[in-house]
């Protein structure tokens, strides 16, 4: 089975967040970077359905500036047999145009599955794996935490809303990645000195005109402080002596009232 993964790298989750000078971006001085984490859940079972099969390649494939290179030699040292970087030469381009460019990318190529990452993280948009989808005119199953590969056909487990739903698709298609549908494996030593070897296919950016345009990046407002109610539980032998449960209730309530303007 061949299957195309599709990354973003994005800054790393435990990164201090700030806006850029222009309002419209984030400074990136002393920001992390890396594979976006549902990405990593695409990637893991490309790579686990290639080993079962015993048969097919995993392409990574990335746009972005340089720096996506990193990200997909990262993901070629894990297990992935090569990657095709679209270079975005600094635009800025909206979901549809990052999917345009995908699907130009990967169309003609071999490929029985194209995986995402349920959504990017940072934008967290969900959009452009079904863009894809759309564009290229195959199925698309999101969301996914349980994965086969059968005969000409794919089998998928989704949670919904109470329940988990069970989907069937023809191959070719597009499956975007959920938490839980594997543990993402390490580069070892010796991934990580043969994706050295390993090609890069390198290709520009094609430009759209953006459907929507960012106006405006502004972070949230700081928390607020909180209280600590002192209360204890009476059966802790460690605050059990000065436990005041009552006490702390109505103290709570007061704040809701008073300060929160809750209730």
Not at 108 to 126: A, I, M, T, Y
Not at 204 to 223: G, M, N, Q, S, Y
Request: proline residues 7%; aromatic residues 4%.
């Amino acid at each position: 089975m061949n299957s195309i993964v599709c990354i973003a790298y994005v800054p790393d989750t435990e990164t201090k967040i700030r806006v850029a000078a222009d309002g419209k971006s984030i400074d990136e001085s002393d920001v992390k970077w890396i594979v976006s984490p549902y990405d990593e859940y695409a990637l893991e079972e490309a790579i686990k359905t290639k080993e079962s099969k015993g048969a097919g390649a995993v392409t990574v494939l990335s746009l972005g500036p340089e720096r996506a290179k990193t990200g997909i030699r990262e993901c070629l040292a894990r297990g992935a047999d090569d990657g095709i970087w679209i270079d975005s030469k600094g635009d800025a381009l909206d979901a549809l145009g990052v999917a345009r460019n995908i699907a130009a990318a990967v169309k003609d190529l071999p490929r029985d599955v194209v995986w995402f990452g349920q959504k990017g993280v940072g934008f967290d948009e969900s959009l452009v794996g079904p863009m894809v989808a759309e564009l290229l005119g195959v199925p698309h199953v999101a969301n996914v935490v349980k994965f086969e590969a059968g005969d000409g056909k794919v089998v998928c487990e989704r949670e919904i809303e109470g329940a988990h739903e069970h989907v069937e698709a023809p191959l070719p298609c597009v499956i975007t990645a959920q938490k839980g549908l594997n543990e993402p494996r390490y580069a070892s030593l010796k991934g990580i000195m043969a994706a050295k070897k390993k090609p890069i296919q390198e290709r520009a950016a094609e430009t759209f005109a953006p459907k929507t345009t960012l106006t405006r990046l502004e972070l949230p407002p700081p928390p607020k402080p909180c209280h600590f109610i002192p209360g204890g539980d009476p059966k802790s032998s460690a605050e059990g002596a000065a436990a005041d449960p009552a006490g702390a209730a109505r103290e709570l309530a007061r704040l809701l009232r008073e300060e929160a303007k809750v209730i």
